[in-house]
T-cell receptor, first 113, second 113 residues
Framework: GENVEQHPSTLSVQEGDSAVIKCTYS??????FPWYKQELGKRPQLIID?????GEKKDQRIAVTLNKTAKHFSLHITETQPEDSAVYFC????????????FGKGTTLSVSS | DTAVSQTPKYLVTQMGNDKSIKCEQN?????MYWYKQDSKKFLKIMFS???????INETVPNRFSPKSPDKAHLNLHINSLELGDSAVYFC????????????FGAGSRLTVL
């Protein structure tokens, strides 16, 4: 089955700096890679996703890159703001029957002003 | 309108008791899930139903019994509760199984004393 590793587990940056979170996956059949943000006491919410037919996707200050050969993908947040402070989860899944999103263990991002 | 709603939001109970958590989605999705988030924030898939049929049953103790009366509802019943069952249980849904966006409910925090 799929296994997703996520690093770092904690990340502290100053407001305005960039933050990068990296994930690797094990199943070469995985073709969908979403990122979820979970604020304290709230539900995980999708912030950006990428499918295996593209290498990069950007949405304002957030971007995701995918390297299928190396089986890793990364989340990039530029110009960080205090409201970016949260736990971020990467995940992976294939289109095979009987699969579900497998999540990394999360990265706690703290942005200090 | 809440897309994925869970009840109760908080549940405090004694070891050995039996409890249930209910989930409903109004998104018209045909696949629903239960995820467990432990104290270390790790999100782990427990079960998945597609059109009322169980398609994923991870290595979860058989004290946990999901039930889907129709594709808009997925309930979780837990027998003989143990201390280690304390966690936040998230219901989620998606349009089809596989590589699709997951929408989470607000979570149900279970505390076993």
């Amino acid at each position: 089955g799929e296994n997703v590793e996520q690093h770092p587990s904690t990340l502290s940056v100053q407001e305005g700096d960039s933050a990068v979170i990296k994930c690797t996956y094990s199943d070469s059949a995985s073709n969908y890679f979403p990122w979820y943000k979970q604020e304290l006491g709230k539900r995980p919410q999708l912030i950006i996703d990428i499918r295996s037919n593209v290498g990069e996707k950007k949405d304002q200050r957030i971007a995701v890159t995918l390297n299928k050969t190396a089986k890793h993908f990364s989340l990039h947040i530029t110009e960080t703001q205090p409201e970016d402070s949260a736990v971020y989860f990467c995940a992976a899944i294939s289109n095979q029957a009987g699969t579900a999103l497998i999540f990394g263990k999360g990265t706690t991002l703290s942005v200090s002003s | 309108d809440t897309a994925v709603s869970q009840t109760p939001k908080y549940l405090v109970t004694q070891m050995g008791n039996d409890k249930s958590i209910k989930c409903e989605q109004n998104l018209g999705h045909d696949t629903m899930y239960w995820y467990k988030q432990d104290s270390k924030k790790f999100l782990k898939i427990m079960f998945s139903y597609n059109n009322k049929e169980l398609i994923i049953n991870e290595t979860v103790p058989n004290r946990f019994s999901p039930k889907s009366p129709d594709k808009a509802h997925l309930n979780l019943h837990i027998n003989s509760l143990e201390l280690g069952d304390s966690a936040v249980y998230f219901c989620a849904s998606s349009s089809g199984s596989g590589a699709n966006v997951l929408t989470f409910g607000a979570g149900s925090r279970l505390t076993v004393l």
